[in-house]
């Protein structure tokens, strides 16, 4: 094992043996900061059930930021799993064509989880902001395109900032 390796090995350890034992317990030692990446619109399909699952096509969107645009194209879908609690998590799946022809495919997993209430206004068509639910995920991308390949080495949340039954909008973040 190269030395790099083991010291940040023994780092991850050791802090977390020191957090464990409470010396951080009431401050976390590390801050997270975001960077914008970009808007991500879908249009969603009518859910197909499948066993407990409920599988939405995901037949066209966007992103759109400061360093990647580009369409949503097929195959793209959500296979949404919904819990006992009435919680969903989410499971998708899709591919970006960004608007200089290069290819990113996009997975991620997530949580949305609001009251019979809210699911109800969902249902009769209504938006919903992220007010109204708790609608978190966090996307991982692979490319083996040059120019875009720095998203190998990030990891994103996306936080939603309106969804209605045929459409859905994110707003992406890179953790830093």
């Not at 949404?80 to 996009?106: C, Q, Y």
């Not at 007010?131 to 936080?159: C, G």
């Amino acid at each position: 094992m190269e030395r790099s390796t083991r010291w940040l090995i023994s780092s991850i350890f050791l802090g977390f043996a020191a957090t464990v034992g409470g010396a951080s317990a009431q401050t976390p030692s590390v801050t997270v900061e975001t960077e914008y990446l970009g808007t991500l619109e879908l249009s969603l399909d009518a859910p197909q059930a499948v066993g407990p699952r409920l599988i939405i096509n995901l037949p066209d969107g966007k992103i759109q930021g400061p360093k990647i645009n580009g369409a949503i194209v097929a195959p793209s879908a959500d296979w949404l799993n919904p819990m006992p609690d009435g919680s969903l998590h989410l499971d998708v799946r899709a591919t970006i064509k960004t608007d200089d022809g290069e290819f990113i495919f996009v997975e991620y997993n997530g949580v949305i989880a609001g009251t019979e209430e809210v699911m109800d206004r969902f249902n009769k068509g209504d938006v919903l902001t992220s007010k109204d639910e708790y609608f978190i995920s966090t996307p991982r991308f692979t490319t083996a395109s040059k120019k875009y390949d720095w998203l190998n080495k990030v990891q994103a949340v996306a936080k939603m900032v309106t969804v209605q039954q045929k459409h859905l909008k994110y707003d992406l973040f890179i953790l830093r």
